[in-house]
T-cell receptor, first 115, second 121 residues
Framework: AQKITQTQPGMFVQEKEAVTLDCTYD???????LFWYKQPSSGEMIFLIY??????QNATEGRYSLNFQKARKSANLVISASQLGDSAMYFC????????????FGGGTRLMVKP | GAVVSQHPSWVICKSGTSVKIECRSL??????MFWYRQFPKQSLMLMAT?????????EQGVEKDKFLINHASLTLSTLTVTSAHPEDSSFYIC?????????????????FGPGTRLTVL
């Protein structure tokens, strides 16, 4: 069974500062993928970044980077230079090698950016 | 980019009626689509996996006779909430995995629809 844990229900960050959202996972699969999604108040799920378990380098997408520590089973999202529009729910998710394309989601972290 | 639409965006219905929600991949084909529900301030919970041309696979605890799924084409999956009750009120989101041809489905990204908010009175 796969499990995703996000221990921060809510976080504040000052505009223009960087913030790290934590995500740990548990799986027995050797091959898996880790995802981060952003969900604003409108409800849509916006794909941010992907990390494959065999990727040697941490994924980066613009202001988003994924701090992947495989031995610790963590996949933290780092948002640099926070903007007011970054205020939203953020979900970490995992796709296991034996689960097809099915995603398992963490409980989410609500990020609030202060002006 | 890959776009997934859902229709309707929101629906209010009376208890006992059935509601159909459509999920369409607009610019790609998807042999696999997923249906999730999300209660307020909670995470997404997978309800079922919809496979084109075959029966859906339901997660444990999801009533297949209550939530009917039809994946009739490579771009359309529908979720019908039958005999809806107030406890079915929720946010329903679908996602789709692009089909890469030769029996290959993308394994890196799911594209989500904008969601459908269902309120049952």
């Amino acid at each position: 069974a796969q499990k995703i844990t996000q221990t921060q229900p809510g976080m504040f960050v000052q505009e223009k500062e960087a913030v790290t959202l934590d995500c740990t996972y548990d799986t027995s699969d050797q091959s898996y993928g880790l995802f981060w999604y952003k969900q604003p108040s409108s409800g849509e799920m916006i794909f941010l970044i992907y990390q494959g378990s065999y990727d040697e380098q941490n994924a980066t997408e613009g202001r988003y980077s994924l701090n992947f520590q495989k031995a610790r089973k963590s996949a933290n999202l780092v948002i640099s230079a926070s903007q007011l529009g970054d205020s939203a729910m953020y979900f970490c998710a995992m796709r296991g090698g034996n689960a097809g394309n099915m995603l398992t989601f963490g409980g989410g972290t609500r990020l609030m950016v202060k002006p | 980019g890959a776009v997934v639409s859902q229709h309707p965006s929101w629906v209010i219905c009376k208890s006992g009626t059935s509601v159909k929600i459509e999920c369409r991949s607009l610019d790609f084909q998807a042999t696999t689509m997923f249906w999730y529900r999300q209660f307020p301030k909670q995470s997404l919970m997978l309800m079922a996996t919809s496979n084109e041309g075959s029966k859906a696979t339901y997660e444990q605890g999801v009533e297949k006779d209550k939530f009917l799924i039809n994946h009739a084409s490579l771009t359309l999956s529908t979720l019908t909430v039958t005999s809806a009750h107030p406890e079915d009120s929720s946010f329903y989101i679908c996602s789709a995995c692009p089909y890469r041809g030769q029996g290959q489905t993308s394994t890196d990204t799911q594209y989500f629809g904008p969601g459908t908010r269902l309120t049952v009175l």
